[in-house]
Structure formats: structure tokens, C-alpha cells
């Protein structure tokens, strides 16, 4: 049983650098589970000095990872230490999985946009788009009834962005918990208002609005 001497927070907490809050928050439970003075597993492997800093880069690693704009300093001076390689496309490439791939025919892209730019036109689809963005926060429904007034399937989203449709729906279904560090998230988005030909900034700013709202309310769990 190694101690954690020279890993990263990610390694100690044996997590890929994509993972989410809620993977995170796991890893770290059973990484206490593990390493605690009760475990049958561990107990008789270290001294109580050697357990109590195991344990103390547990929660180092934890306080880190779960905060966005700790994560992100630290995953900067990761890349900068060359520890690690840039990872933002690796991460688009693990959301992306070949059993959610969209149909063999594939999607063409400028068959898409042009469907979209014609559904913007009509009048309808307009004043719905318009009574959407006009709100403050954007909900993952409202993101949804964006993607549906304008005739676009989420197997197309992710077929274009490469964004796994189990992502898309956690944004559509206001799961918070599953999603991935915000900067990530804000480029997932970006991504989605795109192919919607929706100003992306509107669609950040609103879903944003709304995840501060929710962590203000007690929707989500503050641990």
C-alpha cells in the first residue's frame, strides 16, 4: 500500500482530471473509508503519524478539487509545472461515447444550420425563442425548449460537439451535481448555443445565473 508521497490531488484521490463534483465527492468518501483508523483494510499498514498525513492529503486533496476556482488555479499549475498536458480536449473526448454516437448516417453540419436558420425565420419560433431569453436565469428546460423550437435532437448536439448526451441531459434536467468544473461547463454551453445559433453569452450567463440561484436556495448540497 503506497503512501501519497509526489502524487497530485487527482492521483491521491485515484480520479481522472475530468471528473465532477460528484465523482469527486465519492472518491473522496471512499478514500477516507479506506484509509481511516477503523479501516480492517489499512489499519495495521501505518503508523498514526503516517495515517493522520495520509488523511490530511485526503481532505487537501478534497477542498481543492471541489472548489471551482481552487481546481482551477491548481490544474494551471499542474500544466504550467509540466506535470500534466493541457487536458481540455482530452476531457471533450471522455464525454464523448461511441454507444451514444448519433445514427451511422451521421449529421451534416450545414444541412443543420441551414434547418435551424429556417426555423428562426418563422414568426412563432421567434417570439418563443424571445420570451426565453428575455429571463434572467436560464433553467436546463428552457435550454431544452430552445433545442426542441428550433428542431434539433440531442443526438445532433452531441454528434456535432462531441459532447456526450448524458452530459446534455444532465444540463437539460438541472443536475447540478453531475456536471463538469465550470470552465468546462461554460464551453459545453457555448458549444450548445451554437448549434441552437443562440447567443451563447445570454445562454452561459442565464444557466449560471440559475446554478447560483440553486446553491443559494440549499438546492444543492454545500459538502
Known amino acids: 500500500m503506497k503512501k501519497f508521497d509526489g502524487l497530485n490531488y487527482y ?9 465532477s463534483y460528484f465523482e469527486i465527492k465519492r472518491a473522496y468518501k471512499d478514500a477516507l473509508s479506506l484509509y481511516n483508523e477503523d ?13 493522520d ?25 499542474l500544466m504550467d509545472s509540466g506535470q500534466v498536458e493541457t487536458f481540455i480536449p482530452s476531457m471533450e473526448k471522455t464525454y464523448e461515447s461511441p454507444s451514444q454516437s448519433a445514427p451511422h448516417t451521421g449529421v451534416n453540419e450545414n444541412l443543420l444550420h441551414s434547418r435551424v436558420k429556417e426555423k428562426l425565420l418563422a414568426e412563432d419560433v421567434k417570439a418563443q425563442l424571445d420570451e426565453i431569453l428575455l429571463k434572467e436565469r ?9 433545442r426542441k423550437a428550433v428542431g434539433v435532437k440531442i443526438t445532433e448536439i452531441q454528434y456535432i460537439t462531441k459532447i456526450s448526451t448524458s452530459v446534455l ?3 437539460e434536467e438541472n443536475r447540478f451535481e453531475e456536471l463538469p468544473p465550470d470552465t468546462y461547463l461554460k464551453s459545453f454551453l457555448r458549444s450548445y448555443a451554437k ?23 440549499n438546492d444543492l448540497d454545500p459538502t
Open 169 to 171: 441531459r444532465a444540463i
Open 53 to 77: 498525513k495520509i488523511i490530511e492529503d485526503i481532505e487537501n486533496a478534497f477542498l481543492t478539487l471541489s472548489d471551482d476556482q481552487k481546481r482551477a488555479a491548481y490544474d494551471q499549475m
Open 11 to 19: 492521483e491521491i484521490l485515484k480520479i481522472p482530471m475530468t471528473s
Open 195 to 217: 448549434v441552437l445559433q443562440t447567443d451563447p453569452q445570454k445562454v452561459i450567463d442565464g444557466y449560471f445565473k440559475t446554478i447560483s440561484h440553486a446553491k443559494k436556495t
Open 39 to 51: 479501516s480492517i483494510v489499512t489499519y495495521s499498514l501505518f503508523s498514526k503519524k503516517e495515517r
Open 138 to 146: 436560464l433553467s436546463g428546460d428552457d435550454l431544452k425548449k430552445l
